[in-house]
């Protein structure tokens, strides 16, 4: 029973660190999609010089969708934008050069898009919010290095849980084992009884776990909302039902992991 | 049925309990094996029980290479042999009749097997009577009758004993020679490690006294001491 207590707090802490995590990256997804690379052309360049640009932007395959915008319409787009906080009409001609408005078909290639794009001719600068671009992707790196070492270290801790309560039982009933072994009793047929222990533990931890973590969810999820308007978490960025059913199978495949392993140091004679 | 070439063992610790042992042991026969403690007696039953590996050597058992046996055949080697010990490695929250139906049930026996293997086993140890009665209950005799009723549960072709009736009043030790005598009649080969004169003594079979980790005689119809009889003679 302290085994099954014990793993469900560390699935506890695993469920709500993968959640988090999802959460994280959902965000992280949704911001690094809405990113565009604004590539801006010289006042002096030619048409030839837009189309090669545009065949090119055509061509490329991490370009998802390329627009070219003519400097008129990127003006009316920037009144539209800042209707009733600037006066566009205050000003006397069009200071917007004209540009392509780019997205990348993957968030990681908008850096290496935007490079190979400022070096074709007739393009003045390119923009694309680069620090935030570059915050978001190493985000995404760090979370990504560091759950895989957080599962690790939950799976670890979980599994030494299981084992060494198992490995008490198996002390427990070492006479018997011993005697099954030698009355020819397979291993396979010893280890039976300790595996479904092992197993039952952390399924039985798991689903406690995920009973925790549904309470919490229900409980604490709309407060966390109220209180964090400005994180755009609204959309449920986690499929809880299967990380339900993630949790369940790390408990289940702990538990197995755990005792054949602690019933197999007791097994070799 | 048992055949031991060049055997040598010697243990982690560095101690060396047997030395270039050659011994055969044929279908049916009984034999004791004798000397005194930490001779290597019972260090070359559990070598055939596969226990231990030797460090050396060639064993065959019922025509099991056991040396080069892998681990995984170990359960298999074990269903062809009864083991008895001094202690009895009885279950003591099982009944007489659980601790003998729970040899055959681990290798996977179907239940009608077991009702009928079990009956008989328990008749032949004459323990029919108390086959409900927990090892707790039982005289030392009785409990060690029914580790023997377990070790033959799985019709074995070898028993192996080890000091069977070390822990054991004379009676009951005369109860249990009996016993194993009746066994060995039905054809079972039996090997019996003991220190006990008046059961080798009284019984008169094969003798393989083991000295140091090695066989230093090996007699037909043999006492527990070579020359007994001239001795006796002398003296009588």
């Not at chain 1, 054949?260 to 004679?269: A, D, K, Q, Y």
């Not at chain 2, 034999?31 to 039953?45: A, M």
């Not at chain 2, 008895?84 to 601790?99: H, I, M, P």
């Given at each position: 029973m302290t085994a099954v207590g014990t793993v469900a707090i560390t699935i506890v802490?695993?469920?709500?660190?993968?959640?988090?995590?999802?959460?994280?990256?959902?965000?992280?997804?949704?911001?690094?999609?809405?990113?565009?690379?604004?590539?801006?052309?010289?006042?002096?360049?030619?048409?030839?010089?837009?189309?090669?640009?545009?065949?090119?932007?055509?061509?490329?395959?991490?370009?998802?969708?390329?627009?070219?915008?003519?400097?008129?319409?990127?003006?009316?787009?920037?009144?539209?934008?800042?209707?009733?906080?600037?006066?566009?009409?205050?000003?006397?001609?069009?200071?917007?050069?004209?540009?392509?408005?780019?997205?990348?078909?993957?968030?990681?290639?908008?850096?290496?898009?935007?490079?190979?794009?400022?070096?074709?001719?007739?393009?003045?600068?390119?923009?694309?919010?680069?620090?935030?671009?570059?915050?978001?992707?190493?985000?995404?790196?760090?979370?990504?290095?560091?759950?895989?070492?957080?599962?690790?270290?939950?799976?670890?801790?979980a599994?030494?849980i299981i084992s060494n309560t198992i490995r008490l039982t198996?002390?427990a009933?070492?006479?018997?084992?011993?005697?099954?072994?030698?009355?020819?009793?397979?291993?396979?047929?010893?280890?039976?009884?300790f595996?479904c222990e092992g197993l039952i533990d952390g399924v039985l931890g798991a689903l406690l776990a995920?009973a925790l973590?549904?309470?919490?969810?229900?409980?604490?999820?709309?407060?966390?909302?109220?209180?964090?308007?400005?994180?755009?978490?609204?959309?449920?960025?986690?499929?809880?039902?299967?990380?339900?059913?993630?949790?369940?199978?790390?408990g289940?495949?702990i538990g197995?992991?755990a005792s054949?392993?602690?019933?197999?140091?007791?097994?070799?004679? | 049925?048992?055949?031991?070439?060049?055997?040598?063992?010697?243990?982690?610790?560095?101690?060396?309990?047997?030395?270039?042992?050659?011994?055969?042991?044929?279908?049916?026969?009984?034999?004791?094996?004798?000397?005194?403690?930490?001779?290597?007696?019972?260090?070359?039953?559990?070598?055939?029980?596969?226990?231990?590996?030797?460090?050396?050597?060639?064993?065959?058992?019922?025509?099991?290479?056991?040396?080069?046996?892998?681990?995984?055949?170990?359960?298999?080697?074990?269903?062809?042999?009864?083991?008895?010990?001094?202690?009895?490695?009885?279950?003591?929250?099982?009944?007489?009749?659980?601790?003998?139906?729970?040899?055959?049930?681990?290798?996977?026996?179907?239940?009608?097997?077991?009702?009928?293997?079990?009956?008989?086993?328990?008749?032949?140890?004459?323990?029919?009577?108390?086959?409900?009665?927990?090892?707790?209950?039982?005289?030392?005799?009785?409990?060690?009758?029914?580790?023997?009723?377990?070790?033959?549960?799985?019709?074995?072709?070898?028993?192996?004993?080890?000091?069977?009736?070390?822990?054991?009043?004379?009676?009951?030790?005369?109860?249990?020679?009996?016993?194993?005598?009746?066994?060995?009649?039905?054809?079972?080969?039996?090997?019996?490690?003991?220190?006990?004169?008046?059961?080798?003594?009284?019984?008169?079979?094969?003798?393989?006294?083991?000295?140091?980790?090695?066989?230093?005689?090996?007699?037909?119809?043999?006492?527990?001491?070579?020359?007994?009889?001239?001795?006796?003679?002398?003296?009588?």
């Open positions: 802490l695993l469920g709500v660190f993968l959640f988090v995590r999802g959460a994280l990256a959902a965000v992280g997804a949704s911001l690094l999609d809405q990113i565009e690379v604004s590539a801006y052309l010289r006042a002096d360049a030619s048409p030839a010089q837009v189309a090669a640009i545009s065949r090119f932007l055509a061509l490329d395959p991490l370009v998802a969708s390329a627009a070219y915008v003519p400097k008129k319409q990127g003006l009316e787009e920037l009144r539209e934008r800042t209707k009733g906080t600037i006066d566009t009409a205050l000003l006397t001609e069009n200071p917007l050069p004209d540009k392509f408005r780019i997205k990348a078909r993957v968030p990681d290639d908008v850096p290496a898009l935007a490079a190979s794009v400022r070096r074709l001719s007739g393009v003045d600068n390119v923009v694309y919010g680069q620090k935030i671009v570059a915050r978001l992707l190493q985000l995404g790196a760090v979370l990504r290095r560091v759950g895989i070492g957080v599962i690790v270290v939950f799976f670890a801790v599994g030494i198996v002390f009933r070492r006479r018997e084992i011993a005697i099954m072994q030698l009355v020819g009793a397979t291993s396979t047929y010893i280890r039976l009884p595996i995920v973590l549904s309470v919490a969810r229900t409980a604490l999820w709309p407060r966390l909302l109220e209180a964090l308007p400005w994180a755009q978490l609204a959309v449920t960025p986690v499929d809880s039902r299967m990380l339900a059913g993630e949790l369940v199978l790390i289940a495949g197995v992991v054949w392993i602690s019933v197999g140091r007791h097994l070799r004679t | 049925m048992i055949s031991l070439r060049g055997v040598t063992l010697v243990y982690p610790n560095g101690v060396r309990a047997l030395d270039n042992v050659n011994l055969d042991i044929a279908k049916g026969d009984f034999v004791f094996l004798v000397g005194d403690s930490g001779t290597g007696k019972s260090s070359l039953l559990r070598l055939l029980y596969r226990e231990v590996k030797p460090t050396a050597g060639e064993i065959v058992v019922d025509g099991i290479r056991v040396d080069r046996l892998r681990r995984n055949r170990v359960p298999a080697l074990r269903r062809h042999l009864g083991v008895v010990f001094q202690d009895f490695k009885l279950l003591v929250d099982k009944t007489v009749w659980e601790n003998v139906a729970f040899a055959m049930q681990v290798t996977g026996a179907h239940t009608r097997d077991v009702m009928r293997q079990v009956p008989r086993v328990l008749d032949l140890v004459g323990l029919s009577h108390k086959s409900r009665m927990y090892p707790g209950e039982l005289s030392g005799g009785e409990q060690q009758r029914t580790a023997i009723a377990r070790a033959l549960v799985n019709n074995p072709k070898i028993l192996l004993c080890d000091e069977p009736t070390g822990n054991l009043d004379p009676a009951n030790t005369t109860e249990i020679t009996a016993l194993l005598q009746r066994i060995n009649l039905k054809g079972t080969t039996v090997v019996v490690a003991t220190h006990n004169q008046a059961v080798v003594d009284r019984m008169r079979r094969r003798v393989v006294r083991l000295d140091d980790g090695r066989i230093a005689t090996d007699e037909e119809r043999g006492y527990y001491y070579l020359g007994l009889r001239e001795s006796q003679i002398l003296s009588g």
